[in-house]
């Protein structure tokens, strides 16, 4: 049977509140979506919580929130999926790329700091599979900050949720990520006129005057699941970093990078990642005994938009060995084994 590269947890209490919610008759946004939002607000710290039905649209409605025009700059980091390149698009703004650091796959300062301008308007820092990015430094450029924690729900830097740093941070609960709700969103800030704006626009019904607006709004139905999944999501994380810590264990003495220690920042194995080298034979060759595993940056931003490759060196060599290694809350032992295991033959050792 296939061992699965990612898969949500789910049980009977999913099924149940889905179940009430059907019968209840109200099943588009409601008083369930207000719950969510609110027990969402509590978890992280932060004043405004806005659930919305998808990440991108958390991440569309937050650079509005900063105000982004046609023309202004935002800088990102090159090892990130699309919907972070494609939000910059919708508003007519200007991507940056910036390169990574190689301990940790997050956004580097030093990088960072080479690609400020005077239209520099908003810095995007996704934590990277689990990893809060650094903040201080970060925080230190005086840049707006929009905190994508898609990958990194539950995380902490200096023991804060990932999520309370920014001017407005956002969240996807896609199937499979840290916690699911089907499709889903959360856009989080502590400023009162970004959320009333966000608030605006999420949907287009029973305004007073027109203006462009749209409908990403979040359902009872999703968020009925989605709060069950935020009272599990601690133990998500601690079965994740069992996971991690045998993986950690098992592949010991192998000739490949394993993932960093968080330190001062809590690791939530989103993703275990580890450096190979002939990536793309380890990926067939894992597939070949039944285990799914993936690059965890399906392509780097810079190949896209045809950068040149000399400007990310760090990225460049990431994307040319990072191997994401099957990872879920339910996974069990046997399966973890099994994986370091066939790596373990793969690798001759
Ligand atoms: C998944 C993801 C998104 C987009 O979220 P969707 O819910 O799929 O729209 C944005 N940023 C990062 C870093 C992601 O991993």
């Known amino acids: 049977m296939l061992i699965h590269h990612s898969k949500p947890t789910i049980d009977k209490q999913e099924t149940k509140a889905v179940s ?26 932060c004043r405004f919580a806005l659930a919305l039905n998808s990440g991108t649209a958390a991440l569309h409605l937050a650079l509005l929130g900063l105000k982004i025009a046609p023309g202004d700059e935002i800088i990102l980091p ?17 991507p940056r790329i910036a390169d990574i650091k190689r301990d940790d796959f997050n956004i ?49 830097y200096n023991k804060r949720k990932v999520g309370s740093f920014g001017k ?16 889903g969103g959360m856009l989080l800030t502590n400023d009162k006129a970004v959320f009333s704006q966000a608030l605006d626009l999420r949907d287009y019904d ?4 027109y203006q462009l607006r749209f409908n990403y709004k979040m359902s009872d139905l999703a968020a009925s699941i989605g709060l069950i999944q935020l009272k599990k999501l601690p133990k998500f994380i601690i079965h994740r970093q069992k996971i991690a810590q045998r993986y950690n264990k098992t592949l ?18 989103y993703r ?34 045809k950068l040149d ?10 994307y040319s060995s990072a191997l994401s290694l099957p990872i879920y809350p339910d996974m069990s032992v046997l399966s973890v084994n099994k994986v370091s295991l066939k790596l373990r033959k793969i690798l001759k050792h």
């Open 20 to 45: 009430l919610v059907l019968k209840s008759g109200h099943l588009a946004q409601g008083k369930i979506v207000r719950q969510f939002e609110e027990a969402f607000a509590r978890s992280t710290g």
């Open 78 to 94: 090159s090892y990130v999926c699309t919907a972070v390149l494609n939000v910059i698009y919708y508003l007519g703004a200007v």
């Open 108 to 156: 580097d300062p030093k990088s960072v700091a080479k690609l400020i301008s005077p239209k520099t308007k908003a810095l995007i820092v996704p934590h990277m599979f689990g990893l809060a990015a650094d903040m201080d430094a970060l925080r230190k450029f005086s840049i707006p900050i929009v905190e994508d924690c898609a990958l990194s729900t539950g995380a902490t």
């Open 168 to 183: 407005v941070s956002v969240f996807s609960f896609y199937a499979t990520k840290m916690m699911t709700t089907g499709e």
């Open 206 to 209: 029973n305004k007073e005057s």
């Open 252 to 269: 010991s003495g192998l000739p490949i990078q394993l993932p960093i220690q968080g330190g001062k920042r809590m690791h939530t194995y």
């Open 272 to 305: 275990y990642v580890v450096g190979v080298k002939d990536l793309s034979s380890v990926i067939g060759q894992l597939m070949a005994y039944g285990i799914e595993a993936k690059r965890p940056v399906y392509k780097p931003l810079h190949h896209y938009l």
């Open 309 to 318: 490759f000399k400007d990310y060196p760090v990225t460049q060599e990431v």
